[in-house]
């Protein structure tokens, strides 16, 4: 019996679980237990970048979606700018029509007593005095005046009296206005909302045969990927944030971390998010050898550690103050140059975009690197609603997955590649968003999401989160003592 144990131990990965514990996971389960394999998780976690996700456009009569005819470019012509926030729009439109709240009565069999119409802007003309419901994006056709466009026509806005809950209203952002069409021909704003976001199991449901990752489908069948994603325990994301590689307090606090995981469970994954430097890289010749020394002290750090070295997998996401970083989103990958002693040092690792994407068994993981909070809370249109809950994440965190856009601010305040606009898209949403910001540290669930920022590691006391996949929670982890 003991040479049996050591020899099934001798074939795992710190990752897998052998047959006899998996079948125990399945003796409730309807599957067929004569066909069950151990499945090696590590073989089911893919790092997707920005620049390689398909770009996919919803197609209003199919009501699917289509690969674009157009390949994608950094410098793309003037007409796929109004293409993007068109795109945009249908988006957010074609999963609102199909909320329970707004679904025409020809789409459901239930009562439509109930139905909200959305009506266009363009409508409106010679109905004054009448009530209605718009939709469209948020704008500033005007100094000072805030308008609500949508496909065909604009049109100013009354927000005096407006009413909202949550929410962090922008420039870009879509929204639903509920008012009056005054005789002024302005809409008179009586209420405010988010538009309602969908579940991930809906669109999965609706759209199972569209490939929005482009990553090949698992040969597994997608049910065991899911018995072994929720029963193994031992699987965790440790997620880093500001690692500033130049400041020997983080090197010392991230050795501590690194020796802890390597005499306990080993993660499946170490994700290391930017900024990587405390200074912004200016590209000189000394900052440049600068920045690759760091990066290869790094890899002499890890490679210490011979268990995690071999066995996990290390993620670098850029921030907007790495090398070749700018201030345009998608943004590029720290340049091969700069991590050549990683190679010797570390079995598997991925140098990624900022935003990219993992694929871990039947989970999406979206990973951003902005300091969105203070980005959108200093360009918001209307005051935010803090009688309703005085915590700004909570808006933060409703704002994004309802917006399903990463970034729902004006192209002046951050710019984005036109072509790339689909690569910030969260539709479908992911069963976890990771927004690295030099904010508090915080794991909020909303509308099935689970929403983590690790929080800045220097600037927190070193403060750090754990994913744990099969339960799709994170904890907040930090120093038990001061460095």
């Known amino acids: 019996m003991m040479q049996s144990s050591a020899a099934i131990a001798a074939t795992l990965t710190p990752f897998q679980r052998a047959d006899e514990d998996i079948n125990e996971s399945l003796q409730d389960m309807t599957i067929d237990e004569a066909h069950i394999e151990s499945v090696d998780v590590t073989q089911h976690f893919h790092v997707v970048d920005a620049f390689s996700m398909p770009k996919l456009v919803y197609d209003e009569h199919t009501r699917t979606f289509n690969k674009s005819k157009q390949s994608s470019k950094l410098l793309a012509g003037a007409r796929e700018k109004g293409e993007m926030f068109r795109e945009r729009l249908l988006l957010v439109r074609q999963r609102l029509l199909r909320n329970e709240n707004f679904c025409p009565p020809t789409m459901r069999m239930t009562d439509s007593a109930n139905f909200i119409r959305i009506t266009p802007v363009k409508a409106l003309i010679g109905h004054d005095g009448e009530d209605f419901i718009l939709f469209g994006m948020l704008t500033q056709v005007e100094e000072k005046k805030v308008f609500l466009e949508d ?54 449901a609706l759209f199972s045969h569209v490939n929005f990752l482009g990553l090949q489908k698992p040969l597994i ?19 880093i ?79 907007p103050k790495d090398p070749w970083g700018g201030n345009t989103l998608p943004q590029r990958e720290i340049p091969p140059s700069f991590i050549g002693r990683m190679q010797q040092k570390v079995r598997k690792f991925t140098f990624t975009t900022n935003p990219c994407r993992i694929r871990y068994c039947t989970q999406e993981l979206v990973i951003f690197r902005e300091d969105m909070l203070s980005k959108i809370w200093r360009n918001t249109l209307l005051t935010p609603n803090l009688e309703i809950d005085d915590d700004p994440i909570r808006h933060l965190v409703h704002t994004i997955v309802d917006q399903g856009h990463l970034s729902p601010l004006p192209l002046s305040v951050k710019p984005i590649y036109w072509s790339y606009d689909s690569a910030l898209r969260l539709y479908p949403l992911p069963q976890t968003l990771i927004m690295a910001d030099k904010c508090e540290n915080y794991g909020i669930t909303y509308e099935g999401t689970h929403c983590i920022n690790p929080g800045s590691f220097p600037n927190s006391d070193f403060e750090w989160s754990i994913y744990y996949p099969n339960t799709r929670l994170s904890e907040k982890c930090s120093l038990p003592y001061a460095i």
Do not use: W
């Open 151 to 204: 496909e065909d026509a604009h049109i100013e806005l009354v927000l005096d009296n407006a009413q909202y809950n949550y929410g962090l209203f922008t420039d870009g952002s879509f929204v639903l206005v509920e008012g009056t069409y005054g005789d002024d021909h302005r809409f008179h704003v009586v209420e405010v909302n988010l538009p309602p976001a969908e579940s991930r199991d809906m669109t999965d």
């Open 221 to 239: 069948d997608e049910k065991l990927l899911k018995i072994e994603e929720t029963t193994n325990n031992d699987i965790t994301f440790v997620i």
């Open 241 to 319: 944030s500001d690692l500033h590689l130049d400041q020997p307090k983080v090197m010392k606090a991230l050795r501590i971390i690194l020796d802890g995981y390597s005499n306990a469970q080993v993660p499946l994954a170490f994700i290391f998010i930017g900024n990587f430097s405390s200074k912004p890289f200016r590209y000189s010749a000394s900052q440049t050898s600068e920045y690759k020394d760091n990066f290869s002290a790094l890899a002499d750090l890890i490679g210490e550690f011979h268990n995690l070295a071999t066995h996990s997998n290390f993620v670098f996401v850029p921030g």
